[in-house]
Structure formats: C-alpha cells, structure tokens
C-alpha cells in the first residue's frame, strides 16, 4: 500500500498552489442541489457526445441532498442533446414527478428506484442502450482484465442474468438489479445493457458508464480478432483497481468532460 498522506489519491499533486480539480464543499442545500442537478445536465450531454442515445432509452437519476427519498433524473422523450437545468424532473420512489412538466420514464422509473431504496448509499445511476455495451451483455459474460481500464471494474461489476431481456416496466422488476448492486459500481444485465452506480456523485456514474462501454468495445475487437488476449494477474488488477478505479478517480476523469461543457455548452444552464 502506497502512504498517500492525507490525500485521497496518488494523483492528487503534492505541490502546492497548482491548477487542481477540487471537491466540493456546501454551506446549504441549495447549494448542492443545484450542484448535483447541474452535474446531472452535463452527463446527459457527455452522454450526447458519446453517442448513447437511442430513442427515449437511457435514464441518469440523482439523489435530492435535502429529500433523499427523491431523486432528479432527465424527462422522458428529450435527447440527451437538449437535456437542461429547466427541464430536469424530481420523482418520487412511486413514479410520481413532484417538481417539472415532464413524464418519467417508466422503465427509467422501475430500475432506478428500485436501487435508489434498496441502496440508501447510492447516490447518483447511469443507464442507456449502447452498441458495444448491449452487445456484449448478449454474451453474459464479465468484463476481463485485459487492459489498464478494464481493471477499473476487476472484482466491481456483476453480471444479471434473471429476467434478462425483459423491459423493467412492473414494479417489481427491478428488485433483482437492485440486489446485484450491493458493494458493487457496474453490472452488465444480460441481453439489456449496462448499468452503473456511485456512492460518491453523479460526475462518477456517469464516467464509469464512459469506461464501461468502452471496455465492452475493446473485448467485443479482441474477440473478432481471434488472438488470445493476456490476462493481467489478479494481484495486479486489485493494484490498479485501487489507483484507477476509485470513485474519487471517477469524478477526477469527469471534470475534463466538465470543463469542456462548460465552456462550448453554455445553454445547458438554461
């Protein structure tokens, strides 16, 4: 184990006075609900620029600070592209939008709340229908350590197989996925797609979704190939899931999405 001082993170500049990603501190919770939905915003556009929009599908929700029973999540029928402060909506466990002129997804609803009361840790949950992702939870098999970025989810994602290919529209229907999620980030839902949760924020749901599709990208090629891939050691791939597949690392990769929305996405204030 590395001595990291009172520091979270290996990559946390021990020089003073640096340009660094800071995390955020609250006087209110006002504060961090516009935070929270803000950031919220932003994965749907990085969800945008990802190209992980298909039709209605695809669903991020986030836990209300002050009422965490609650949770705001993107209204129903509007692409990720134009996903914005003033159209975010607040729902309930129930299904019922408490604040916003939207409807909710329904399926988005079903899954959601289902992890969100099971897990009262879990803060923030990504869903959408990805090419890679959906394809290779057609195989029903794990994300292997084959890469520096797959062991980020080493020992962290689970694999659901019941009820797999089943729309998630009964109440009930996502009471198995919600059990998958205990002490884990990531699971791949047999023949649906791929889903991701974070204790930490939603910057980090969002980013371990990002790398998740991705990593079913590079074992999708790796298969087509033909070439028996080498495996990293398991002692190795703990050592890299703890430097690079931390919640912490998580937010720290999204703040250059962040950045970048910002500055060339400005209406997503609106």
């Not at 803000?38 to 669903?59: I, K, M, P, S, T």
């Amino acid at each position: 184990m590395l001595d990291l001082g009172n520091r979270v993170s290996i990559y946390q500049p021990e020089q003073e006075g640096l340009i660094y990603p800071e995390l955020p501190e609250f006087d209110n919770f006002e504060d961090e609900r516009r935070h929270r939905k803000e950031r919220l915003v932003a994965a749907c556009r990085a969800f945008d620029q990802q190209g992980f929009d298909y039709g209605f599908a695809g669903h991020l929700t986030v836990r209300d600070p002050e009422r965490p029973e609650l949770y705001w999540t993107n209204p129903m029928c509007v692409h990720f592209a134009k996903v914005k402060m003033s159209n975010l909506i607040l729902v309930d466990h129930k299904g019922t939008v408490i604040e916003g002129n939207h409807a909710v997804n329904r399926a988005g609803f079903v899954l959601h709340a289902n992890v969100h009361e099971e897990h009262p840790d879990i803060i923030a949950m990504c869903h959408a229908h990805t090419v890679y992702g959906t394809a290779w939870a057609a195989t029903g098999l794990p994300i292997e350590p084959i890469t520096q970025d797959a062991c980020a989810f080493f020992e962290d994602h689970v694999i659901i197989g019941d009820e797999a290919g089943a729309v998630a529209v009964e109440n009930h229907a996502g009471s198995n996925v919600a059990k998958a999620f205990k002490g884990v980030k990531a699971a791949i839902h047999q023949n649906h797609g791929l889903l991701t949760a974070s204790r930490h924020s939603i910057e980090a749901a969002a980013f371990w979704f990002i790398a998740l599709e991705r990593c079913c990208q590079q074992q999708l090629d790796i298969a087509a190939s033909g070439i028996q891939p080498t495996y990293v050691k398991p002692d190795r791939a703990r050592y890299s899931r703890e430097h690079v597949g931390s919640e912490y690392i998580g937010w720290l990769h999204f703040q250059t999405i962040w950045g970048q929305l910002v500055e060339d996405q400005p209406d997503m204030f609106d």
